[in-house]
Each structure stands twice: as C-alpha cells, then as structure tokens.
C-alpha cells in the first residue's frame, strides 16, 4: 500500500492552513463566509482548477496532493463548496467535448457556479429527460441556491444523460433544514427544457465521467472526515486530560483510553486508506477495492469517533458551550456518502475473488 501524499501536498496544506482558520466555527461561532466571497477566494487561490481528472496532465495537482486541502477543511471544520464545484468541473473535463471544455475552463476560472445533481437511489425521484423535458425532484443538493446553471444526471429511456440546465429555468429550489444547518436543498425539475446543445454525454462516456468524478469526490470527502477526526481527537484527549474526577483526570481510567485509543485507530485508517485510494487514481492503478475499503472506513469513523468523543465528554458534548456537537451535525452527514457497509463489502469481496482467480481487478 503506498501511502505518500502527492508533491505538492505541503504546499497546498500549508495554504489551507492560512485559509481555513478564519471561518471556522470551532474559533468563532459567529465566523461566516458568503458563497461569493468564498468562490472568489477559491479562484484567487486556483483551488478551482486544482487537478486533472483525465489523469493525462502531469503538471496538474496530484489528487493525492489535492486530499491535503480536504484534510485541512474537515481539521477546521468549516463547510464550503469546493468539493460540489470540484465534481462538476471533473465530470466535465473527463467527457472532453467542445462543449464540456468551455465549461470546465469557466468553472475553473470562476466565471460559472455550476452545481452537480446526480441521482441518488435513496433520496428523491429519478431525473427524467423525455422529448428534450426534463422532470424529477433530486433532494439534498448542496449550495442550490447558489448555482448559476446545474450539472444533471438524467435518465432518458435507458441510458444516462449529462446535461447543463440553467438555474431557474423550469426549476424550483427550497432549502431542506437539516440539524448540521448544512446548505441542503431540494432541486425540482418541472418541464424544465433540455436542447440538444444542452446535453453533454450520454450512455457510456456519461457514465464514464459520472463515475471518475465520484471516485474523486469520495477521497476528498473521506479526507475531510479524517480532517475532522483529527480535529476531534485533539480535543477529546484535551478533555480527558483536564477534567478531573474522583480526584484526577478522568484520562487515567482505562476506559476513557480505550475510547481515545478507538478514535485514533479510526482517524489513522481513514488517513491510510485515503492515501492508497488517491494513489491509485494518480497512478491509474485498480482503485475499486482501495476506495471500497476507504469508503467502508470514512463512514465507519465518521460514527464512531462522534460515539466515543460523547462517551468520554458525557453530558458535556451535548452543551451548546461543547464543540462536540458540532462534529456530530457535520458526522452525521458524512457517513451517509459513502455507500452502506453491505455495498462495500461486496466491492471488496468481488475485488479479492478476482485477484484469487487470477483476473486481475
């Protein structure tokens, strides 16, 4: 397994490092960043034209190295649409059309917001595309409210189709209030038109793209919550180092180290299998059985290091005056994007009878 971050990973955490800080929650509460102010800092920084995810440029950031920005975010904390925006240009710039070029240079550039919503089976109905109409409601759609147009997974007859559709144009947005007060919204498409120009992909290259983009996103988010473990950790060994009861820390009791122990056995895994999955991709190795492991683990560490951190805070984690729960809002999120356990493990297992049939991944 190799676990070397990309080259340029120092650079770009020393930079997140600068950047994250100012609007964390876990410094000041009341620290807000507008959508706008955020895009154009992104832009500033490049960060919106970070990687190729052709893999064809090897003077484009690593994903690896990529992965050190996420880590950073998920360590402070702080909520941005970097990762939405992200997907969107990957989807684009891997289907490699006229069309979908402009578009990844606009986003890259910051000129266009453009949100993805992909189908989901668990959330929402599908997203129909008949006679150039599309209809579906997709639920839980990040930053909608701020998009200019939305990236769309689409279904039309029986295969997929990706295409631009304007915000506003046969589409209603509404905000879905969420404990982590989180930017989720609902994204209905009501007899919104889709012209031919419109569509980017369809059939197989459409699902080419959807699925490296996914990948993608799935180790940058797997590296925010091991950002935030870390974070969490911190904070609850700090924790048991200064309460005291039964006259001296609660630290001293086994129990309290077990839990500390299990959080860091987590957060180390997450970190280990975030690394081997984004060097895969960077490689163009065999990735599915790297990312099924770190997808199993991401949501694994996602529940269990809020679960220990409450244990070892008792009713403190549950005060507004705790950080805690503000990874528990964030937590509870995360582990749901990654797939459920009994998919992963099915990944993992069809992986490894291939390897012992001698096919190969």
């Not at 919204?185 to 569509?199: G, H, L, N, Y």
């Not at 490296?212 to 950002?227: I, K, P, S």
């Amino acid at each position: 397994m190799n676990l070397n971050w990309g080259e340029d990973h120092s650079v770009l955490v020393e930079v997140a490092k600068s950047v994250f800080p100012k609007y964390s929650p876990l410094v000041d509460r009341a620290n807000s960043v507008s959508y706008a102010d955020q895009l154009a800092q992104f832009r500033d920084l490049d960060w919106l034209q970070l990687g190729d995810a052709t893999g064809l440029s090897s003077e484009c950031a690593a994903l690896g190295s990529i992965a050190g920005i996420f880590v950073e975010m998920g360590y402070a904390l702080v909520d941005t649409p970097l990762l939405d925006l992200t997907i969107a240009r990957d989807v684009a710039m891997v289907l490699a059309t006229d069309a979908s070029t402009k578009l990844a240079e606009s986003i890259g550039s910051g000129a266009a917001s453009v949100i993805p919503v992909l189908g989901r089976e668990d959330w929402g109905s599908q997203l129909n595309l008949e006679n150039g109409i599309l209809r579906g409601t997709a639920l839980a759609v990040a930053y909608a409210e701020n998009a200019d147009s939305f990236l769309v997974e689409a279904v039309e007859g029986s295969e997929t189709v990706v295409a631009i559709v304007d915000a506003g144009s046969g589409s209603t947005v509404a905000a879905m209030p969420n404990i982590g007060r989180y930017p989720l919204f609902a994204v209905t498409f009501e007899d919104a038109p889709v012209t031919a120009d419109s569509i980017l992909a369809r059939g197989a290259s459409a699902d080419a793209a959807l699925e490296v983009a996914t990948q993608r996103a799935a180790v940058l988010r797997a590296a925010q919550v091991h950002g935030a473990g870390k974070r969490l950790l911190d904070i609850t060994v700090r924790y048991a180092q200064e309460r005291n009861q039964f006259g001296g820390p609660i630290g001293r009791f086994q129990a309290v180290q077990y839990l500390c122990t299990d959080m860091t056995i987590n957060v180390h895994l997450t970190s280990a299998y975030v690394r081997a999955a984004a060097n895969a991709i960077d490689n163009r190795a065999p990735s599915q059985p790297h990312l099924a492991l770190m997808c199993k683990q991401a949501a694994e560490t996602a529940r269990e290091m809020v679960h220990s951190a409450h244990e070892v805070h008792a009713g403190m984690g549950y005060m507004v005056e705790s950080n805690v729960h503000l990874f528990t809002n964030a937590a509870k999120r995360w582990q749901y994007d990654f797939g459920t356990d009994a998919t992963n493990d099915a990944l993992v297992t069809s992986a490894v009878e291939h390897i012992y049939a001698g096919a190969g991944l």
